[in-house]
Protein backbone atom coordinates (compact mmCIF):
# COMPACT_ATOMS: atom_id res chain seq x y z
CA UNK A 1 0.00 0.00 0.00
CA UNK A 2 1.26 3.31 -0.92
CA UNK A 3 2.21 5.79 2.28
CA UNK A 4 3.16 9.13 2.91
CA UNK A 5 5.52 10.30 5.41
CA UNK A 6 5.70 13.56 6.81
CA UNK A 7 8.65 14.01 9.74
CA UNK A 8 7.60 17.41 11.07
CA UNK A 9 4.50 17.76 13.15
CA UNK A 10 5.49 21.25 13.65
CA UNK A 11 7.89 24.20 12.31
CA UNK A 12 8.45 27.78 12.52
CA UNK A 13 10.12 30.58 10.94
CA UNK A 14 10.97 34.40 11.30
CA UNK A 15 9.10 36.59 8.28
CA UNK A 16 10.81 36.63 4.91
CA UNK A 17 12.62 33.17 5.83
CA UNK A 18 13.33 30.26 3.88
CA UNK A 19 11.54 27.36 5.19
CA UNK A 20 11.67 23.21 3.95
CA UNK A 21 9.09 21.21 4.49
CA UNK A 22 9.90 17.46 4.19
CA UNK A 23 7.66 14.27 2.98
CA UNK A 24 8.64 11.01 1.49
CA UNK A 25 6.51 8.23 0.01
CA UNK A 26 6.21 4.66 -0.74
CA UNK A 27 5.38 3.07 -3.79
CA UNK A 28 6.04 0.79 -6.20
CA UNK A 29 4.67 2.75 -9.38
CA UNK A 30 6.28 4.83 -11.35
CA UNK A 31 4.27 6.99 -12.94
CA UNK A 32 2.03 9.43 -10.33
CA UNK A 33 1.66 12.93 -9.55
CA UNK A 34 2.79 14.46 -5.77
CA UNK A 35 1.08 17.83 -4.51
CA UNK A 36 1.70 20.32 -1.71
CA UNK A 37 -1.76 21.04 -0.19
CA UNK A 38 -1.85 24.04 1.93
CA UNK A 39 -4.86 24.25 5.02
CA UNK A 40 -4.98 27.65 6.44
CA UNK A 41 -6.95 28.28 9.64
CA UNK A 42 -10.34 29.08 7.61
CA UNK A 43 -10.07 25.01 7.26
CA UNK A 44 -9.77 24.99 3.10
CA UNK A 45 -7.68 23.00 1.56
CA UNK A 46 -5.81 24.84 -1.27
CA UNK A 47 -2.96 23.45 -3.80
CA UNK A 48 0.33 24.74 -3.63
CA UNK A 49 1.91 22.72 -6.10
CA UNK A 50 2.33 19.08 -8.11
CA UNK A 51 4.86 17.48 -9.51
CA UNK A 52 4.50 14.96 -12.16
CA UNK A 53 6.54 11.55 -11.76
CA UNK A 54 7.81 11.54 -15.25
CA UNK A 55 9.11 14.91 -15.10
CA UNK A 56 12.61 15.26 -13.83
CA UNK A 57 12.30 19.03 -13.55
CA UNK A 58 11.34 20.23 -10.21
CA UNK A 59 8.10 22.27 -10.07
CA UNK A 60 7.86 25.80 -9.24
CA UNK A 61 4.51 28.53 -8.48
CA UNK A 62 5.77 31.64 -7.47
CA UNK A 63 7.74 31.29 -3.78
CA UNK A 64 6.90 27.69 -3.64
CA UNK A 65 8.89 25.39 -4.98
CA UNK A 66 9.81 21.41 -4.72
CA UNK A 67 12.93 18.92 -4.62
CA UNK A 68 11.67 15.90 -6.23
CA UNK A 69 14.45 12.98 -6.34
CA UNK A 70 12.44 10.12 -7.17
CA UNK A 71 14.98 7.31 -6.40
CA UNK A 72 15.01 8.30 -2.91
CA UNK A 73 11.08 8.86 -3.09
CA UNK A 74 11.80 12.42 -1.30
CA UNK A 75 8.96 15.09 -2.06
CA UNK A 76 10.17 18.90 -0.32
CA UNK A 77 8.45 21.95 -0.51
CA UNK A 78 10.49 24.79 -0.19
CA UNK A 79 8.99 28.43 0.65
CA UNK A 80 10.98 31.40 -0.08
CA UNK A 81 10.44 34.60 1.37
CA UNK A 82 8.17 33.14 3.54
CA UNK A 83 4.91 35.62 4.64
CA UNK A 84 2.58 35.52 7.58
CA UNK A 85 -0.28 34.68 5.26
CA UNK A 86 1.74 31.12 4.81
CA UNK A 87 1.05 29.82 8.32
CA UNK A 88 -0.85 27.23 7.21
CA UNK A 89 -1.12 22.91 8.07
CA UNK A 90 0.83 21.53 4.81
CA UNK A 91 0.00 17.85 3.48
CA UNK A 92 1.37 16.29 1.06
CA UNK A 93 -0.23 13.39 -0.81
CA UNK A 94 0.51 11.18 -3.78
CA UNK A 95 -2.14 9.60 -6.52
CA UNK A 96 -0.30 6.39 -8.88
CA UNK A 97 -1.85 6.52 -12.47
CA UNK A 98 -2.47 2.64 -11.86
CA UNK A 99 -5.57 0.93 -9.28
CA UNK A 100 -7.90 3.29 -7.96
CA UNK A 101 -6.02 5.83 -8.21
CA UNK A 102 -7.15 7.28 -4.57
CA UNK A 103 -5.04 10.18 -3.36
CA UNK A 104 -3.05 9.55 0.09
CA UNK A 105 -2.47 12.25 2.12
CA UNK A 106 0.78 12.50 4.95
CA UNK A 107 -0.34 12.99 8.66
CA UNK A 108 0.43 17.51 8.11
CA UNK A 109 3.05 19.89 9.20
CA UNK A 110 1.84 22.46 11.44
CA UNK A 111 3.82 26.12 9.87
CA UNK A 112 3.84 28.81 12.01
CA UNK A 113 5.01 32.26 10.20
CA UNK A 114 6.14 34.75 12.99
CA UNK A 115 6.27 38.87 12.73
CA UNK B 1 -17.53 29.40 -11.08
CA UNK B 2 -18.06 28.43 -7.88
CA UNK B 3 -15.81 25.30 -7.61
CA UNK B 4 -16.64 23.02 -5.28
CA UNK B 5 -19.70 23.98 -2.85
CA UNK B 6 -21.10 21.96 0.49
CA UNK B 7 -23.79 22.03 2.87
CA UNK B 8 -24.23 22.83 5.28
CA UNK B 9 -20.94 24.39 7.17
CA UNK B 10 -21.62 23.14 10.79
CA UNK B 11 -24.20 20.58 11.87
CA UNK B 12 -24.74 18.88 15.07
CA UNK B 13 -26.17 15.47 15.51
CA UNK B 14 -27.25 13.14 18.34
CA UNK B 15 -26.21 9.57 18.29
CA UNK B 16 -28.63 7.50 16.12
CA UNK B 17 -29.92 10.81 14.15
CA UNK B 18 -29.72 10.48 9.99
CA UNK B 19 -28.50 13.23 7.61
CA UNK B 20 -27.33 13.65 4.33
CA UNK B 21 -24.40 15.76 3.38
CA UNK B 22 -24.49 17.60 0.18
CA UNK B 23 -21.54 18.31 -2.39
CA UNK B 24 -22.29 20.14 -5.62
CA UNK B 25 -19.21 21.16 -8.45
CA UNK B 26 -19.56 23.41 -11.46
CA UNK B 27 -16.26 22.19 -12.75
CA UNK B 28 -18.01 19.88 -15.27
CA UNK B 29 -15.39 17.10 -13.91
CA UNK B 30 -15.73 13.20 -13.97
CA UNK B 31 -14.44 12.11 -10.51
CA UNK B 32 -15.99 13.08 -7.24
CA UNK B 33 -14.72 12.13 -3.15
CA UNK B 34 -15.47 12.04 0.11
CA UNK B 35 -13.14 13.03 3.00
CA UNK B 36 -13.08 12.86 6.35
CA UNK B 37 -10.22 14.46 8.73
CA UNK B 38 -9.78 14.28 12.26
CA UNK B 39 -7.38 16.14 14.66
CA UNK B 40 -3.56 15.35 14.13
CA UNK B 41 -4.66 13.03 10.82
CA UNK B 42 -4.41 13.49 7.05
CA UNK B 43 -7.29 12.92 5.00
CA UNK B 44 -8.92 9.86 4.66
CA UNK B 45 -11.10 8.73 1.65
CA UNK B 46 -14.59 7.30 2.50
CA UNK B 47 -16.45 7.08 -1.07
CA UNK B 48 -15.57 8.24 -4.42
CA UNK B 49 -17.36 8.33 -7.69
CA UNK B 50 -15.12 7.73 -10.91
CA UNK B 51 -17.49 9.07 -13.13
CA UNK B 52 -21.08 9.42 -12.77
CA UNK B 53 -23.45 6.58 -11.67
CA UNK B 54 -20.54 4.52 -10.62
CA UNK B 55 -19.49 4.54 -6.91
CA UNK B 56 -16.62 2.67 -4.69
CA UNK B 57 -15.25 2.25 -1.37
CA UNK B 58 -12.41 4.29 0.05
CA UNK B 59 -10.19 3.99 2.99
CA UNK B 60 -13.30 4.27 5.76
CA UNK B 61 -16.37 3.60 4.41
CA UNK B 62 -18.20 1.98 7.14
CA UNK B 63 -21.33 4.00 8.50
CA UNK B 64 -21.75 5.69 5.34
CA UNK B 65 -23.59 5.31 2.24
CA UNK B 66 -23.22 7.88 -0.86
CA UNK B 67 -25.42 8.92 -4.43
CA UNK B 68 -23.96 10.30 -7.04
CA UNK B 69 -27.19 12.03 -8.45
CA UNK B 70 -25.66 13.41 -11.32
CA UNK B 71 -22.76 14.40 -12.82
CA UNK B 72 -22.53 17.98 -10.79
CA UNK B 73 -24.10 16.29 -7.27
CA UNK B 74 -22.25 13.64 -4.93
CA UNK B 75 -23.91 13.53 -1.34
CA UNK B 76 -22.91 11.21 2.02
CA UNK B 77 -25.58 10.47 3.70
CA UNK B 78 -24.91 8.86 7.81
CA UNK B 79 -28.05 6.81 8.48
CA UNK B 80 -27.71 6.39 12.42
CA UNK B 81 -25.12 8.78 13.31
CA UNK B 82 -22.19 7.88 15.97
CA UNK B 83 -19.63 9.88 18.45
CA UNK B 84 -17.03 8.63 16.18
CA UNK B 85 -18.11 10.05 12.99
CA UNK B 86 -17.39 13.32 14.59
CA UNK B 87 -14.84 15.17 12.13
CA UNK B 88 -14.87 17.72 9.30
CA UNK B 89 -15.84 16.07 6.24
CA UNK B 90 -14.18 17.50 2.96
CA UNK B 91 -15.78 17.05 -0.61
CA UNK B 92 -13.38 16.98 -3.77
CA UNK B 93 -13.48 16.82 -7.39
CA UNK B 94 -11.55 15.88 -10.25
CA UNK B 95 -11.74 15.95 -14.07
CA UNK B 96 -10.60 12.52 -14.18
CA UNK B 97 -9.09 9.79 -11.22
CA UNK B 98 -5.82 10.71 -11.50
CA UNK B 99 -6.06 14.37 -11.85
CA UNK B 100 -5.23 17.23 -9.70
CA UNK B 101 -8.20 17.45 -6.64
CA UNK B 102 -10.12 20.77 -5.22
CA UNK B 103 -11.94 20.65 -2.31
CA UNK B 104 -15.03 22.30 -1.04
CA UNK B 105 -14.89 24.08 2.45
CA UNK B 106 -15.46 21.27 4.62
CA UNK B 107 -18.75 20.53 6.75
CA UNK B 108 -17.70 20.52 10.86
CA UNK B 109 -20.24 17.45 12.10
CA UNK B 110 -20.67 16.80 15.80
CA UNK B 111 -22.37 13.60 17.26
CA UNK B 112 -23.43 13.64 20.89
Known amino acids: AQTVTQSQPEMSVQEAETVTLSCTYD???????LFWYKQPPSRQMILVIRQEAYKQQNATENRFSVNFQKAAKSFSLKISDSQLGDTAMYFC????????????FGQGTRLTINP | NAGVTQTPKFQVLKTGQSMTLQCAQD?????MYWYRQDPGMGLRLIYY???????DKGEVPNGYNVSRLNKREFSLRLESAAPSQTSVYFC???????????FGPGTRLTVL
Open chain 2, 49 to 55: SASEGTT
Open chain 2, 92 to 102: ASSEQGRDTQY
Open chain 1, 27 to 33: TSENNYY
Open chain 1, 93 to 104: AFIDFQGAQKLV
Open chain 2, 27 to 31: MNHNS
